[in-house]
T-cell receptor, first 111, second 116 residues
Framework: NAGVTQTPKFRVLKTGQSMTLLCAQD?????MYWYRQDPGMGLRLIHYSVGEGTTAKGEVPDGYNVSRLKKQNFLLGLESAAPSQTSVYFCASGTGYSPLHFGNGTRLTVT | AQSVTQLGSHVSVSEGALVLLRCNYSSSVPPYLFWYVQYPNQGLQLLLK??????LVKGINGFEAEFKKSETSFHLTKPSAHMSDAAEYFC??????????????FGTGTRLTIIP
């Protein structure tokens, strides 16, 4: 039982480059979330999805896009990376009747 | 809108001493409250949750928290600290009617250090 899997685990980008972070869950959860974690700021919600084909903005959506084409996958895209997007990114999933399950994070550095 | 404030970004306690991590919340609706723990290089794991049932909530690893509406607090305690408790702890709130899956709002975290 893999739970929530995030790929890649680490990535270094140059300013202006693009990339996609993949989150996959094998628990048939409807809800999926992308958070970023920065020192002294806790976790802040970027985007979330309440079901396949749906997405919604969270607290800090600027500079990010997401897609939920399949129920088990939630993709986070950075079209033009900026140093301010250096962070640890966490994906989470849930059913609406259970606590969130988190992945182990992706550490992204933008130089 | 909901928010949480965690008092103390770093807390150090001696092994065997009481652990007290503070969390105050603000919510316009009856809140659901959570404590999560994060070990180094890992994601967050649920310690315990309050969902309007008993005000004293027991979680894993000997932790518990008490919901006090009059003080808008949900402090986390453990009677006797263990070295394995060293981690970062996050308080979170949701005003949703479910387990807070939608728009869970986290505090800024408290890093707990255990002194041998």
């Amino acid at each position: 039982n893999a739970g929530v899997t995030q790929t890649p685990k680490f990535r270094v980008l140059k300013t202006g480059q693009s990339m996609t972070l993949l989150c996959a869950q094998d628990m048939n959860h409807e809800y999926m979330y992308w958070y970023r974690q920065d020192p002294g700021m806790g976790l802040r919600l970027i985007h979330y999805s309440v079901g396949e084909g749906t997405t919604a903005k969270g607290e800090v959506p600027d500079g990010y896009n997401v897609s939920r084409l399949k129920k088990q996958n939630f993709l986070l895209g950075l079209e033009s990376a900026a140093p301010s997007q250096t962070s640890v990114y966490f994906c989470a999933s849930g059913t609406g009747y259970s606590p969130l399950h988190f992945g182990n994070g992706t550490r992204l550095t933008v130089t | 809108a909901q928010s949480v404030t965690q008092l103390g970004s770093h807390v150090s306690v001696s092994e065997g001493a009481l652990v007290l991590l503070r969390c105050n919340y603000s919510s316009s609706v009856p809140p659901y409250l959570f404590w999560y723990v994060q070990y180094p290089n890992q994601g967050l794991q649920l310690l315990l949750k309050y969902t309007s049932a008993a005000t004293l909530v027991k979680g894993i690893n000997g932790f518990e928290a008490e919901f006090k509406k009059s003080e808008t607090s949900f402090h986390l305690t453990k009677p006797s600290a263990h070295m394995s408790d060293a981690a970062e702890y996050f308080c979170a709130v949701s005003g949703g009617s479910n387990f807070g899956n939608e728009k869970l709002t986290f505090g800024t975290g408290t890093r707990l250090t255990i002194i041998p």
